[in-house]
């Protein structure tokens, strides 16, 4: 790989006990994630006005993002949690066929489901047809995600086993804590990502990931999916009455190492977000923190993304390919939210100026707006 000089760094800090100390959010990107992400106890989050902390506290909103990706399917829940209201988005996208399946569930007054701890916690969600669980435990080094869903006439059904092994080289993870616009309150995430193995079912047809179904005594034993990895990210914000959302996230493997990035804009983003922001790109298990990425659409949210930054270190175009819409609107509420599914091309600059080339690299797109 060619290696250019890269001028932008955050540094790396050591992980403090907790998020919130003595009422202030402790700003920062760290290697390790906190125990808890945790929030809750801002002084003052909303300035002039007194309102006491657990009406404050409310304010919070929790999202849970799990992305998988093989050489045939992507697949990606996303969970939006508030104690008012939520809802739960799987999709499911076939490379070959360029086919989408959505499965959705809106959750009303519901108990938060997207837990704080990042050590060992579980979050699920079940419905009659529908069972996603997600979970995590960090004395076993895994992280699990089983998905039981029954089809209908146009979608198929999807089954699945997906274990990622955190202590294997691959595995990376890291912290950030960033302003929400200003600096009394703030947008807390994780990320985590690695080399996944299991097993996939769709419409009866079975997968075994990563070669676990190869040849054995010269016969086929099943059908084998490979460069199997996911993305695992938690996020916790002050969200504002209004919130505008653009995100892309990528995983695969390039040049045999496990490769994966997430950046966004928001319209709650600090001033100062080339000091501040959640922007990564992971080769194998080195992160390297991103400067801010401008989001543009100049055609359209069905043409060319062009997605770059200032610092030479992102120069990339995403092809949309298909487009999923969810639009909601009731009294107090509404939400227009779109999920892109493509290929991004272009290039990386890691942060010892290493060059990751992308060419036809499958990624997912996320557009919100969001009054709530």
């Known amino acids: 790989m060619l290696k250019i000089e890269s001028v932008y760094t955050r540094q790396a800090l050591k992980t403090p006990e907790s998020i919130i100390q003595n009422g202030k959010p ?110 995590w435990n960090e004395a076993e080094k895994k992280i699990n995600a089983t998905f039981n869903i029954k089809g209908d006439k146009i979608r198929p059904s999807f089954c699945a086993n997906l274990q990622i092994d955190t202590g294997k080289k691959t595995f990376a993870r890291s912290a950030n ?14 990320q985590m990502c690695g080399a996944c193995t299991g097993f996939i079912t769709v419409n009866g047809q079975h997968y075994n990931l990563q070669n676990s179904g190869a040849k054995a005594a010269g016969q086929n034993i099943m059908p084998f999916l490979t460069d199997c990895g996911a993305v695992l990210e938690i996020r916790r914000a002050y969200y504002p009455l209004r919130s505008h959302i653009t995100a892309v996230t990528g995983a695969g493997v390039i040049e045999g190492k496990q490769t994966s990035f997430r950046f966004g804009q928001t319209n709650f983003d600090p001033v100062d977000d080339y000091r501040h922001n959640e922007n990564m790109l992971f080769v194998e298990n080195i992160p390297t923190p991103l400067p801010p990425v401008k989001i543009t659409m100049p055609y359209g949210i069905g043409k060319t993304w062009i997605m770059q930054d200032t610092e030479s270190m992102v120069d990339l175009c995403f092809e949309p390919i298909a487009i999923t819409r969810r639009k909601a609107s009731l009294i107090f509420l509404h939400l227009d939210y779109q999920t892109v599914f493509g290929t991004v091309n272009g290039t990386f600059l890691t942060a010892d100026g290493t060059a990751v080339n992308l060419k036809n690299f499958y990624a997912v797109g996320k557009t919100i707006r969001l009054r709530y």
């Open 26 to 135: 402790a700003f920062g990107f760290y290697p390790k994630p906190f125990e808890k992400l945790d929030i809750c106890g801002i002084n003052h989050a909303y300035g002039d006005f007194l309102l006491p902390k657990f009406i404050s506290n409310l304010r919070i909103k929790a999202n849970l993002v799990f992305t998988f990706y093989t050489s045939k399917y992507i697949g990606t829940i996303e969970i939006f949690d508030s104690k008012i209201f939520g809802f739960v988005e799987f999709i499911l996208f076939d490379k070959e066929t360029k086919k989408k399946y959505a499965y959705r569930r809106v959750l009303g007054l519901h108990k938060r489901i997207v837990p704080k701890s990042t050590v060992r916690a579980t979050c699920s969600s079940h419905s009659k047809r529908r069972h996603m669980r997600i979970s």
């Open 177 to 190: 804590v960033a302003p929400a616009l200003v600096s009394r309150r703030c947008s807390a995430s994780v």
